[in-house]
T-cell receptor
Framework: DAGVTQSPTHLIKTRGQQVTLRCSPK?????VSWYQQALGQGPQFIFQ???????QRGNFPDRFSGHQFPNYSSELNVNALLLGDSALYLC???????????FGSGTRLTVV | DQQVKQNSPSLSVQEGRISILNCDYT??????FLWYKKYPAEGPTFLIS?????DKNEDGRFTVFLNKSAKHLSLHIVPSQPGDSAVYFC????????????FGTGTRLKVLA
């Protein structure tokens, strides 16, 4: 039973560029949440997608946007990258209640 | 504003002894609490949870205690094993009207053989 799959695992981007991270949820899950984990910090909620719409958003600027596809997979897009966007980006899937997360292994984004 | 705090960044315990990891929260609206364990290069994995209607939940070697009046919870691991060495995150949520977890900054547990 495949869990949550994230791609790519590592990524290096230049300041000002744009990046797209991808997530395939665990089988049977229809809800996807994205978290940012900076070095030495706990994961911080970016947003959650359900039924292809953003259901809730954390305190992140509009440069962070997302999308959910009919097959429940999701993308996280970050525009105009800043050095401070360097972090581990975690995708978590769950059932429609939005809780009971299964996390992926994350995408390590480095902005130089 | 750090609503969930784990004030001990690291903890070392001898194999076979008890590990106690602590977590404090400030938001009285939180009614569901979880502990996650994270190994390097892996995502966090769910360990144990507790609802605010309880003050204790046990699962094998892991027990979580909740003190609502003190806004404090703790995770006890007995007996500790070297494989328990990981970063432990406390997380909290309000089950109504929000779908996000608020995580603490984590405690790195090292179990010495």
């Amino acid at each position: 039973d495949a869990g949550v799959t994230q791609s790519p695992t590592h990524l290096i981007k230049t300041r000002g560029q744009q990046v797209t991270l991808r997530c395939s949820p665990k089988s049977g899950h229809d809800t996807v949440s994205w978290y940012q984990q900076a070095l030495g910090q706990g994961p911080q909620f970016i947003f959650q997608y359900y039924e292809e719409e953003e259901r809730q958003r954390g305190n992140f600027p509009d440069r962070f946007s997302g999308h959910q596809f009919p097959n429940y997979s999701s993308e996280l897009n970050v525009n105009a990258l800043l050095l401070g966007d360097s972090a581990l980006y975690l995708c978590a899937s769950s059932e429609s209640t939005g809780f009971g997360y299964t996390f992926g292994s994350g995408t390590r984004l480095t902005v130089v | 504003d750090q609503q969930v705090k784990q004030n001990s960044p690291s903890l070392s315990v001898q194999e076979g002894r008890i590990s106690i990891l602590n977590c404090d929260y400030t938001n009285s609206m939180f009614d569901y609490f979880l502990w996650y364990k994270k190994y390097p290069a892996e995502g966090p994995t769910f360990l144990i949870s507790i609802s605010s209607i309880k003050d204790k939940n046990e699962d094998g070697r892991f027990t979580v205690f909740l003190n609502k009046s003190a806004k404090h919870l703790s995770l006890h691991i007995v007996p500790s094993q070297p494989g328990d060495s990981a970063v432990y995150f406390c997380a909290a949520s309000s089950q109504s009207g929000t779908y996000k977890y608020i995580f603490g900054t984590g405690t790195r547990l090292k179990v010495l053989a």
